[in-house]
């Protein structure tokens, strides 16, 4: 595949490196060092730089696999983690985008289109926040007006007409809180969109590929299986924002991410994902076409299991999936669903409706 503009590609040394990754730029550093001195004195530094290699290996393992919820959110915010145009630059054929939510405007922080993927045909749904300062001022970061979900709608509704399954990149800190959003109408669009994308007959499979910030994330993620990548997180605010309303200060927000159980292995210990879709060693962003690739190996499976069903099955499991969200237990025993309300309230006897007639 050839390199286009603004892609995002492996890199060797970081250009962007977090706290817990010093040591291991410094080794890569080191490494790249030795390789440039041995081209240029012919010197001879292969068994020095195979026993760094070595080390650098099991630097990186012991750091990502030791994550703190904290570092989990800082390896998602990576500036060199794969955004959703990479992901369609890498793994999508034919996309044919779609603009325009035919209301107000098109919302360039959330991408839509026909493409193919994974061998399958499919309307490919996401966020994207933009590479470099330009790109980030046109999408806002990545957070959508109301306009985007609406375009999301939209092009949810077209797919589902046709019955081309229907598959959500997610990656946004949180539906853009502006007043000029509110005066759109941002929670509707959000509401609606849970609403419609509940019911829709195709399948819907959605994965966080980075940030699922709360209801911004959720306006595209109702679907009928939800992974997240590895060293991605979704939660219901940020840990930033939750360490400013809870501990009055943002300073707390190691503390709040870990409170907020937000990394994908407690998402999938409290049953609100179906899958966690392995990263390469280092994160995505060392490593952007095995990313691609473990993301694309996923939709393919989950979507032929998913074609497999009858629409009315798979609304019915949907259904059921959404409605178990949120179950909990207060002792050993099972969860206990509450019964639904009755609609209609049983007829008093007769002799109670006639005390109530006589005037006090």
Same mark, same amino acid.
């Given at each position: 595949?050839?390199?286009? &503009? ?35 004195? +012919?010197?001879?530094?292969?068994? #020095? #730089? ?20 904290? @570092? ?6 990576? &500036? ?55 790109? %980030? ?27 081309? &399954? ?33 019911? $829709? ?15 911004? =994330? ?11 990548? @590895? ?38 210990? $409290?049953?609100? #994902? ?58 050993? +025993? ?10 209609? =309230? %049983? ?8 005390? =109530?007639?006589?005037?006090?």
């Amino acid at each position: 595949m050839s390199e286009q &503009p603004g892609a995002v590609r492996a890199v060797g040394p970081l250009s962007y490196t977090l706290e817990f990754e010093k040591p291991i730029a410094k080794m890569e550093q080191e490494i790249q060092r030795l390789e440039a001195s041995q081209a240029e004195s +012919g010197r001879d530094y292969s068994d #020095i #730089i195979k026993n760094i290699r070595e080390q650098l290996q099991s630097a990186i393992e012991k750091a990502y696999g030791q994550l703190t919820a904290w @570092e989990n959110v800082l390896v998602a915010r990576h &500036p060199r983690r794969p955004l959703l145009r990479d992901y369609i630059r890498m793994l999508c054929k034919d996309f044919c985008e779609l603009h325009g939510d035919r209301l107000f405007a098109d919302d360039r922080a959330v991408v839509c289109g026909f493409a193919r993927m994974a061998e399958l045909r499919i309307m490919l749904i996401g966020h994207h926040k933009g590479r470099d300062t330009h790109e %980030k001022l046109e999408t806002n970061f990545g957070c959508a007006h109301p306009e985007g979900y609406r375009k999301a709608l939209r092009a949810a509704k077209l797919a589902a007409k046709f019955r081309v &399954p229907i598959v959500c990149l997610v990656d946004t800190p949180g539906a853009y809180p502006g007043i000029e959003a509110e005066e759109r109408g941002i929670a509707s669009a959000i509401a609606n969109n849970l609403l419609e994308f509940s019911r $829709l007959p195709t399948p819907i499979v959605a994965c966080i590929i980075g940030e699922g910030g709360s209801g911004g =994330a959720l306006g595209i993620a109702v679907a009928d299986q939800v992974a997240v990548m @590895e060293h991605a997180y979704y939660s219901v605010i940020s840990p930033e924002g939750c360490s400013a309303i809870l501990f009055k200060s943002a300073d707390s927000a190691p503390r709040a991410a870990e409170a907020l159980r937000l990394t994908p292995r407690d998402l999938k210990q $409290l049953g609100l #994902i179906d899958a966690i879709v392995e990263e390469p060693l280092g994160g995505a962003h060392r490593d952007p076409q095995a990313a691609a690739a473990s993301v694309e190996a996923w939709v393919g499976r989950a979507l032929r299991d998913l074609r497999r069903l009858k629409i009315e099955t798979l609304l019915r499991r949907r259904y059921e999936r959404l409605r178990n969200i949120g179950s909990f237990v207060t002792s050993a +025993g099972p969860a206990a669903r509450p019964k639904p309300a009755t609609v209609r =309230a %049983k007829r008093a006897p007769a002799a109670t409706r006639e005390a =109530a007639a006589v005037p006090s």
